[in-house]
Structures are given as C-alpha cells and as structure tokens.
C-alpha cells in the first residue's frame, strides 16, 4: 500500500506543476481566493438555512392534546419548564410578597394623585435578595376592577408611563390609562439599555454576560420581578375577584409575553411593539440572545402557551435603536414589519385551533403597524378580556404631584447592582453546583469511570455545545501541495462536513516516512484570528512554527482552521448558532471529527496515536473538542487553563471578559455544568497537559493552579493515573513553549525525540 502511494506521488509530480500537486487519494484542490474566508461564509449560509428551517422543526415539541383544557395544560407543563430554563427563570422566588412603600421622614404619602388614582414609589421582594421597585397606580374610591403589571420600555420609566415626567406621548401613557380605569397598576423599572454604568457595555449587556454563563438571563431576572408581582396581587385576590392582566411596550412586550405563557395565574396579555417573526434574533441585542430558543419557542409557540387565556397583540411602532460595536455587542432594533407580525399571528392562530373553547387571540393594528402603542384598540381590548363590564375610562388629566418625584436614576442603580451581586452569588456558589451535577462519575476503576462519563459527554454536546443531528457527508477530500522544505512537505487539504460546511488545514509529511511506516498525528491549532500557515512558518512569537518543529520530530502534523477569525463575522455565527440550541462548536467538532476520520485512513497516520495540542483559542478548544472526539487519544491545552467561570462570570477581575469585545466567549450554563475540571473530566483517562506562562494575561496563576489542582486530584488520586495528567509552568508570556509539552508528546505517542 505504502508503495503504490509512493509510486502515485512521483506519477503526480511529473504531470502537475508543485503548486498544483494533490496528496495521493485526493482530488486537486482548485478552490480560488481565501480559504478560511470561503469557510467561515459556508458555516454562515449553514446557520442561516438552519434558523429558516427552525418553524418546521418545533412542531415536533407541540403535539397538542385538544381533549380538554386540563389535558392541554398538562401538554403545556413540560414546554413551561424547558421556557423558564431558557430563560433563567431558576431562583426560588420569596414565599410571601409585600408591597413596600419607599418613604423618607420627609416623604411619607404618595407621590401624586390622579383621576381616581394615587401613585406610590414602591418595592417588593422578588428572589434572593433582589427586589423590583417601580410605581404602585392605587384606585381611590373602590376596589380594583383587575390588577396589572405595566411594562415599559427598557428605556423609559415608570414615572414617565404614570405620566409623572415627560417622555412618553399622553395617548400611549397605558398605565395611567388603566389606572383611571379603576385597574390597580404596578409599573416595575426595567434595566436601561444606556451605557450610563460601564462606558463600554449597555448595562443590560453587562447583567445579561456573567448571568448567561451562569445559566441565568437578564430576561428570567425581569420575568421574576414580575412575576413576584403577580404574586401579591394573587395572594390580594383571595378575597377579591379582580383578575391579573400584563401589558408591556417593546422589552415590556418581550416581559408580559413571556411572563404570561409560565404563568397562567394572569388571565390577559397585551404585547405591543414587539410580537415578530423571531428568525432576525441574532441581529437584536445581546441581551435577547436565549439559548435554544427557536429549537421550540417562536412567538406562534409563546401565544399558544397562552392560550386558552386572552392574548392581545398590538402591532404598534417598536424601539428603534442602534447598538454601537463600542457599547459591546452590535445589535439592531426596528419595528417589527406587520406583515411579519401577522403571518406569526396566523401560525398561532393555528397552533391552537382544536381548542375548545376557543382562545381569544386578537390582533390590534395602530397606524398600519407603526402607529402609537397604547392605542384605544389594544386597551379596550385587554380590558374587556380582563373585566367585560368595564369600560376604557377617556383619558383625564395628567396625575398631580404631591411630593418630590423619585430618582429614577438612584433607582436603576439600585436594580443593576442588585442583580450584578446575585449574579456574583452564584458564581461563588457555582462550584458546588458542579460537584454535585458531576456527583454520578464512578472512579472505582478508570474503565467504570469512562462508562459513568458517557452520559456526561452526550450531556456536554447536546445541552451545552449543542449537537447537530446531520450526518457528515462523504469526505471528498481535495488538496494542493503548498510547502516543499527539506525535512517536510505541506498540503492544503479541504474535506466536506455539512452542506455548505467544509474543513480545511494544512497537512505536513515528514520526508524520511518509510513504506508501509504509520507515524502519530498531532494537530496543531491557533487562536484567535489566526491561520493554519502561522502554526508552520514566519517566526510567530505566540506560535513558534510549533507544527513544522514537530513534523521535523517526525511527527505528522495537521493544522486545521478554525471558525473564529474575521471579527464580527464569526462572532456573529455565535449569535446565529445560539437560538438553535448551538454554539461555534457545534461546527468546530464535526470539523474535528472529520479531520481526524479522515486521517485514519491515510496510510502514513497510526490511527491510535492522533493527538490535539492548541494555544489561547486553540486552547479553549483543546477543552472542548477532544472531550467529544475520542479519536484524539491525547489533549494539550496552552495558553488558556484556568478557572473558566469566573473568567467569564466575575465583573470584579481584570481578567474578566465580561469587560471585553468577545462577545461570543460566553456559553450558556456553564456555571451549573462543566467548567475547565469538568471537561478535563471528559477527556480522562486519556492524556491531558496544561501549558501556563507565568506572565500570560490569560488568567493569575493561582486561577489556574486552583482549576489544574482539581484534574490532577481526579488523574492520579482517584484514578491512579499518576503521568497521565502534567501542567508545565515557564516563566514567559501567551505562547507556545514547546519543551515539557514536546516531551510529553514523545512519551505518550511513543516517538523517541529527535
């Protein structure tokens, strides 16, 4: 076999020049332009044909029982709680809600008085130890004929939809609408979308970052203030017959949306400024990013939870707004197009079509689609829905102020602290979260142990990375020769993974391979924004030509191209991955697993000697993807090992990226789940190895040795693996070292150095 390869080689070199030259068994490479640029826009015509495909997907989460509301409502149990996971609505809330009045020794009444109203600053526990705070709108003369939570904006405020300050038009100031209704109205404050906190992140990015990794959400963390709400207006409503309704404009929609379909103690929804085909996601801020969303939740499957309870949709001008790249991540508001908003109506419509009784879902259109929110339409509307006999009350006067107005200011940065520190609770608390999520590992015996981490490993790839579930296609494996050096010989090899989705690397043969000889493999990946050919040659100072310098070893070296370089149009992958349940891994390993299958075959490679070494993000892969492809028989991660949660979950170190343009570093749930130790975990018994400078920025020594101490527990306490597991420390900066990690190659690859 190694002879005909040999004798195909020299018939290629005589009919093609050396620039053309394919590797025997693969077809010439022709493929013009910049590779890596060809693969990162093939990933995103992948994504995006994904994210079309999503509606078709979801129907088989929603094979609805018809046969009575409670077997419906049985249905809807599981969907409920996979919505509220997604959203991070995960905290305990508090057993018993009171309404508390914000006063001072000064200031004891209410604020303002209006047309059968009186307004009150207020707060009220909700979970932990956060609160929501905003306005309580109290009828004056009677019972509340319902009680509602009225959502602004993220950027406005509660005095601004009372009325009680300038910013909102008087005919879309809703709240005071219904309070002048005789409804009962408490109008929480929302997280601004404004930089006015951290000059280089809105301040909901700045919750939504470290909440993410911790498997919670800006959107669970408002959720569960209003849903603390709805609490004490339920435990008001044992002695009263006044229903729960919630109305929201733009974020307010986004809340009294979601809100509504996990809680069925709210009787009416109105959503305004916000009902949408959900498809452009990934465009929107950050903040809106949830994990899996459109795997089973588009706004059709929202309002069917809903249902059989009333929903009202007003299609009304949105938010328009433009986040700037230098505020953290870039992202787009516009008013949802109303023939978009109607076909997800119609889907909705449909989705709950065998009920019976049949739902109310009704469609409010102001100023064909881009009227003002609040209109006397959607009111009257969700008023009937909430009260029949009672009637939209004609707008009165703006409410009068009896009292200094509250600091709508002082009251935000009460909010975004509060949050930001249950934020930090749990990452404090996260490590024994971990422990006992990984608390079924048998380290009996190192063969038990792989047994009892297979569930762990599926866990990994389809809840965190995220799996696709398409088979890989042949592997057409097409290259040219690139490098022709004394001691080795380069390829560019490109292999096929999913349509529109390829591999590609550069492959480097030692000359001295002998006939019939299969020598080990090891891949050697960049970071970020970097290139295959900066891992062979130019000198690199983070490099140092490690995978040429192993190939003149005689090793077999492959330098694959990963998917994070070109900035904004990789990090958007991310974005677009994450509503369907995915991540830039979820292309990443069946890339890897491609490579690597097809290097088995080859007859220079020994396929149980293939091994993984990678620096910064080629580090983090060394983390990820070998945990998931068992043909890699070894993993050294250099450059990036550390205490990974708290890298990205701590808003007090420097080393945070929660202060970083990185946008998409952050993954969903790690904190309950797998942090560095884990995924080592999924990588033992095989060899693992750390490669840390001592003045590399990535992280402090002592984040690293915590993490490292916790593998090394696991390898050689627990397992008895005692050189299965190192770390190498040097004193020297974000680099390849290439000594203790040389070694620790030649030994576990059997190949004596040269």
């Known amino acids: 076999m190694r002879s005909l390869w040999l004798a195909a080689l020299g018939v290629f070199a005589l009919l093609c020049p050396a620039s053309c030259q394919p590797l025997p068994g693969t077809a010439p490479l022709d493929m013009q332009g910049d590779i890596a640029s060809n693969l990162v826009a093939g990933a995103d015509r992948f994504l995006l044909r994904k994210i079309d495909e999503s509606a078709a997907g979801r129907a088989q ?68 130890d956060v609160y929501g705070e905003g306005l309580l709108l109290s009828p004056t003369a009677r ?67 470290p909440a993410y990794e911790l498997g919670r959400h800006l959107i669970g963390y408002e959720i569960q203030k209003v849903l603390a709400a709805i609490d004490w207006m339920a435990a008001q409503n044992s002695n009263s017959a006044a229903k729960i309704g919630v109305i929201g404009w733009g974020e307010g929609g986004l809340f009294a949306f979601y809100a509504t379909a996990l809680d069925n103690r709210v009787t009416a929804a109105c959503v305004s400024g916000y009902f949408d085909d959900r498809r452009n996601i990934w465009k929107q801020p950050v ?104 009637r939209l009350a004609l707008q009165g006067p703006p409410p009068e102020k009896l009292e200094a107005a509250s600091d709508p200011a002082a009251c935000q940065a009460r909010q975004l602290h509060e949050l930001d520190r249950h934020s930090q609770w749990l990452l404090t608390e996260s490590p024994y979260t971990r422990q006992k999520f990984m608390d079924q590992l048998d380290t009996s015996s190192p063969e038990k142990f792989q047994q009892s981490a297979d569930r762990y490993r599926d866990f990994f790839y389809g809840q965190v990375i995220g799996r696709f579930d398409d088979p890989l296609l042949p592997v057409n494996p097409r290259s ?35 006939p019939g000889e299969r020598r080990p ?94 620096l910064s993000y080629g580090g983090k892969t060394a983390m990820r993807v070998p945990a998931l492809v068992t043909n890699y028989c070894l993993s050294i991660c250099s450059g990036d090992f550390n205490d990974w949660v708290w890298k990205n979950a701590s808003t007090l170190s420097p080393y945070s990226y929660v202060w970083t343009g990185e946008y998409e570093i952050f993954e969903f749930d790690l904190g ?17 190895m750390v490669e840390r400078g001592h003045f590399d920025n990535v992280a402090p020594d002592e984040t690293v040795a915590y993490e490292f101490a916790k593998v090394r527990l696991l390898y050689e306490a627990r397992l008895g693996l005692r050189d299965q597991c190192e770390i190498e420390w040097f004193t020297g900066p974000h680099t390849i070292h290439a000594q203790g990690t040389f070694d620790f190659l030649h030994r576990h690859l059997n190949w004596p150095p040269r």
């Open 61 to 128: 989460f929603w094979r609805r029982d018809f046969s009575s509301a409670t077997a419906y409502e049985q249905f809807l149990s599981t969907n409920r709680q996979r919505l509220a996971h997604i959203l991070g609505v995960r905290d305990q809330r508090v057993g018993r809600v009171e309404m508390e009045l914000i006063a001072t020794p000064t200031q004891r009444g209410p604020l303002a008085r209006g047309q059968g109203y009186e307004v009150f600053a207020v707060r009220w526990p909700a979970f932990g």
């Open 672 to 688: 309950s789940t797998f942090n560095y130790a884990e995924m080592a975990a999924l990588i033992a018994p095989r060899p693992f």
């Open 521 to 614: 493999v090891v891949v050697c990946q960049h970071g970020l924004e970097g290139r295959p050919q900066q891992a062979v040659t130019g000198g690199s100072p983070y490099y140092h030509d490690f995978a040429s310098r192993l190939c003149e070893q005689g090793f077999v070296t492959f330098a694959p191209q990963n998917l994070y370089i070109f900035e904004d149009r990789f990090r958007t992958l991310q974005r677009k991955a994450n509503p369907l349940g995915k991540t830039l891994y979820s292309l990443m390993v069946p890339q890897h697993q491609q490579i690597t299958d097809w290097l088995k075959t080859q007859p220079f490679v020994d396929p149980s000697r293939i091994a993984f070494y990678g």
């Open 287 to 390: 903040d809106r990013n949830v994990f899996g969303l459109l795997q089973q939740f588009g706004d059709a499957e929202v309002a069917a939870m809903i249902a059989p309870r009333s929903l009202i949709v007003e299609a009304a001008r949105g938010p328009e707004l433009t986040v700037s790249a230098k505020n953290g991540a870039p992202g787009i508001l516009v008013t949802p197009k109303l023939e978009d908003a109607r076909s997800e109506f119609e889907r909705a419509r449909a989705l709950v079509g065998g009920l019976d009784p049949k739902p109310r879902l009704e469609m409010v259109v102001s100023g064909n689609g881009h009227g003002p929110f609040g209109s006397e339409g959607a009111l009257t509307a969700f008023l009937t829905a909430l009260s029949g006999e009672t």
């Open 480 to 514: 040219r020769k690139l490098y022709d050096q004394p001691k080795w010989t380069g390829y560019e090899v490109v292999l096929d993974v999913f349509p529109d989705v390829i591999a590609y690397g550069i492959l480097l043969l030692p000359k001295d391979l002998q």
């Open 143 to 209: 019972a509340p004929v319902a009680n509602i939570v009225a959502l602004p904006d993220a950027d406005q405020t509660p005095e601004q939809l009372a009325g009680l300050t300038d910013g909102i038009a008087p005919e879309s100031q809703f709240a005071r609408r219904l309070a002048e209704s005789g409804c009962q109205v408490v109008i929480p404050t929302l997280i601004s979308r404004r930089p006015e906190h951290r000059p280089t992140l809105t301040d909901r990015e700045f919750v939504y970052r």
